[in-house]
């Protein structure tokens, strides 16, 4: 079974620019699950999706968006780049069985995004 | 305020001995605590879930602990092996549907 792919992995923009990062879960998976991974803070949780609702969110400012499709896949956004946005984006797919707090989550590759 | 942590600083072992990780968290009352490996320019990979209710978990040379008393999880390699060498990340489940709150890792050196 493939894994998640996540498109692209590297990427480059300045401060002001905006960026959309995409992701495709595991064929059958239903919740996709986004991260930031920095150095100083570590892996963050920004959102996660199940058939094509947020169903959780984390302490990021309003830049950062996404969204699911009806096929599950789901893509994140960040407008107004800053310097600081710079990270390896991680998403993470899981089963998203109904009622449960957990799954066990499958992570992409990553993207990772440079600000300049 | 809430806390998960873990050694930051890397622990070198020699190969074939055991490894054993710590996590510690705090202000926080997790059902299933899990551990992830990461390897450098990769995404974590999924090693075990233990649950509130179970002491102790194992998976072929890995073995978890959960002591909700002490509020911490120790994570154990066994017969540990130079491929073992990677970041290893401990994370519970806080807030609702598959918020993870990770700790900021332990890196881990098996030297042969």
């Known amino acids: 079974k493939a894994g998640v792919t996540q498109t692209p992995r590297y990427l480059i923009k300045t401060r002001g620019q905006q960026v959309t990062l995409s992701c495709s879960p595991i064929?059958?998976?239903?919740?996709v699950s986004w991260y930031q991974q920095t150095p100083g803070q570590g892996l963050q949780f920004l959102f996660e999706?199940?058939?094509?609702?947020?169903?959780n969110k984390g302490n990021f400012p309003g830049r950062f968006s996404g969204r699911q499709f009806s096929n599950s896949r789901s893509e994140m956004n960040v407008s107004t780049l800053e310097l600081g946005d710079s990270a390896l984006y991680l998403c993470a797919s899981s089963w998203g069985t109904s009622g449960s707090y957990t799954d066990t989550q499958y992570f992409g590759p990553g993207t990772r995004l440079t600000v300049l | 305020s809430q806390k998960i942590e873990q050694n930051s600083e890397a622990l070198n072992i020699q190969e074939g001995k055991t490894a054993t990780l710590t996590c510690n968290y705090t202000?926080?009352?997790?059902?299933?605590l899990q551990w992830y490996r990461q390897d450098p320019g990769r995404g974590p990979v999924f090693l075990l879930l233990i649950r509130e209710n179970e002491k102790e978990k194992r998976k072929e040379r890995l073995k978890v602990t959960f002591d909700t008393t002490l509020k911490q999880s120790l994570f154990h390699i066994t017969a540990s092996q130079p491929a073992d060498s990677a970041t290893y990340l401990c994370a519970l489940v806080s807030g609702g549907y598959n918020k993870l709150i990770f700790g900021a890792g332990t890196r881990l050196a098996v030297h042969p």
């Open positions: 202000n926080y009352s997790p059902a299933y």
């Open positions: 064929s059958g998976h239903r919740s």
């Open positions: 999706y199940f058939s094509e609702t947020q169903r």
